[in-house]
């Protein structure tokens, strides 16, 4: 049986996460806020422009719209210079052997991230030609929870909701996964990921035994 396994990227295929906390972290010196590592978690699966309002909210900052889209680009580029000097190593542990399974196997691969440097990340990292389909920040205009991104996804894939199973690693990630009808599996705190079907640390914990049981059920 063919299914279409649908990946996030940011905490799931590679910790890009670090780095768009640092980005952050050193926008909110600039308005005399400290920006913890705890707080950087609410960004998980977030569009910039939504990070950036939560970001100012939680600052309690007034800014200007104009000043807004100053910030939105300088936290990009920032963020684009850390990813230019990503290589393989930054890959989570086991994904090349997820990955390489599912291909093995003849199931459809698909990216679903809301990330809007997606493509330049996974050929950096030499992932790009994994995947026969791409769908990030440049191709959706609702974020997550809305299941917009994994819709799109399986529309690529010709591959029906029911037959999809969704890789994430935040809970805006899972609930659209459920939103879209599709089997969501967390990657990270159980705690936190409570709401998926299932939930492993990392792919270390998620075996070739599981992966087809769920291409065969």
């Known amino acids: 049986m063919k299914k279409a396994f649908i990946f996030d990227l940011d905490g799931v295929i590679v910790d890009t996460a670090k780095f768009h906390y640092l980005a952050w972290r050193n926008l909110a010196k600039g308005i005399d ?8 978690e609410q960004f998980k699966g977030v569009s910039r422009v939504r990070s950036l309002e939560i970001l100012l909210d939680m600052a309690k900052y007034t800014a200007t719209q104009e000043q807004k889209e100053v910030w939105l680009v300088q936290k990009n580029e920032e963020y684009l210079k850390y990813i230019q000097k990503m290589d393989e190593s930054e890959i989570l542990p086991d994904v090349p052997r997820v990955l390489d399974y599912l291909i093995e196997n003849q199931q459809g691969i698909a990216l679903g991230s809301a990330s809007k440097n997606a493509r330049p990340i996974l050929e950096r990292v030499s992932l790009l030609d994994k995947f026969q389909a791409i769908v990030d920040g440049n191709d959706v205009t609702a974020a ?3 299941p917009e991104v994994f819709v799109k996804g399986a529309q690529a894939l010709k591959t029906e909701a029911k037959d999809c199973i969704v890789f994430e690693d935040s809970i805006a990630g899972i609930q659209a996964a459920n939103a879209a009808g599709m089997i969501s599996i967390g990657i990270g705190d159980p705690t936190v990921l409570h709401e998926a079907f299932h939930v492993f640390t990392n792919f270390t914990e998620l075996s ?3 992966l ?4 065969a059920s």
């Open 33 to 40: 806020f400290d920006f913890t590592e705890e707080q950087n």
């Open 212 to 215: 087809q049981e769920l291409i």
């Open 144 to 146: 997550k929870p809305d």
């Open 208 to 210: 070739n035994d599981f």
